[in-house]
């Protein structure tokens, strides 16, 4: 269990995270505490696996990829054995067996192509021989918001809005070499952990807060923070959500929703436009949410897929890389 202070630094680590010389002092700060033990918790956390990584991952875009949900209806006799070929792809960064009315694996993977990406599915589905029909792939026409923030205090995942644009840049275009990108993805836990990034690349601390938010704002990198485990976090529930609505932007609204996509439909296999995913500390705060929030929005139909269980074991680590 973790005590009031604990809970506060890992709150303001999540959701304000600063970029100055010393953000470790500028955190004991705001909780009234020092640095040292700023310092000394958020190392024990990482020890502990609890926090995974202070930083920032590159948007899949800005790599030239592109990315699909991928949906299949496998026997329970097959679902480890299909499940364990998916995760073969160091691509897969997600993989739930979900409670569903027609598909139980839900997987998320990348390609440089669609080309790629569907010859990737094909080969499991004819691996297993499954049917046309047993299989759906959901492409994002839309995405809102990407990244899972947990609310310590509530219990629930919860992230403000932050709409990603509509074009995203290159890496290469940006003119940044790939290393730099490589060294704000995960930041020492140490009194000033940009100084080997500001010397490298001749950055002063007041541009690199700038070009940080100039990154986000491009849709190049996801916000920088201290990325929580959400199992090790008491978040032991998540599900997914979808159903079909007009504008799926006012979705994004929703603070507890998390991956909030519009996706292209495929007719006879998969009807819903809008998704989103929530994570709770139980089932039952997601339903009383889902329900609440939807019903202000007029969505009276969707569906609500609880994870019945983790099948990517290492899920943190490929999510990581």
């Known amino acids: 269990m973790l005590d009031d202070k604990s809970r506060e630094l890992l709150m303001e680590a999540q959701y304000n995270f600063p970029i100055t010389d010393r953000p470790f002092l ?4 705001r909780i ?3 640095e040292d033990w700023v310092i000394d918790s958020l190392r024990r956390f990482k020890e502990l696996g609890l926090v ?3 930083g920032a991952l590159v948007n899949y875009r800005a790599r ?3 990315s699909a949900l991928v949906a299949l209806r496998v026997r329970d006799d097959l679902v480890n054995e299909v499940a364990a070929e998916i995760n073969r792809d160091k691509y897969v960064t997600h993989n739930f067996l979900r409670l569903h009315n027609r598909y139980n694996i839900w997987y998320v993977t990348k390609a440089t192509s669609k080309g790629e990406l569907e010859d990737k599915v094909r080969s499991v589905v004819n691996k297993f021989a499954l049917s046309p029909e047993d299989y759906v792939i959901l492409y994002a026409e839309k995405t809102y918001k990407i990244d899972v923030k947990f609310d310590l205090n509530v219990g629930v995942s919860r992230a403000k809005v932050h709409r990603l644009p509509e074009t995203n840049l290159k890496l290469e ?3 940044l070499p790939l290393e730099f990108y490589e ?3 995960s930041i020492n836990i140490v009194k000033e952990p940009f100084n080997e990034i500001k010397d490298k690349f001749k950055i002063p601390i007041s541009r690199m807060t700038e070009l940080i938010g100039e990154l986000r704002d491009k849709g190049v990198i996801r916000d920088f ?3 929580i485990d959400p199992d090790l976090a008491g978040f032991k529930a998540n599900a997914m959500v979808t159903f079909s609505i007009s504008d799926c932007e006012e979705v994004a609204n929703i603070d507890e929703a998390t991956h909030v996509v519009k996706r292209i439909i495929v007719p006879g296999k998969w009807n819903h436009n809008c998704y989103f995913m929530i994570h709770g500390v139980n089932y039952n705060i997601i339903s009383s949410i889902v329900q609440d929030r939807l019903s202000k929005l007029g969505v009276t139909e969707y569906d609500v897929l609880p994870s019945i269980r983790n099948l990517l074991p ?3 680590r490929r999510i990581e890389q």
Request: charged share 25%; net charge positive; hydrophobic share 50%.
């Open 26 to 29: 500028e955190l004991a700060r």
């Open 32 to 34: 009234g505490v020092t």
């Open 314 to 316: 290492n899920m943190a």
């Open 225 to 227: 923070y201290a990325m």
């Open 52 to 54: 995974r990584r202070i």
């Open 173 to 175: 275009d940006v003119g």
């Open 64 to 66: 030239g990829m592109v």
């Open 183 to 185: 060294m704000i993805k």
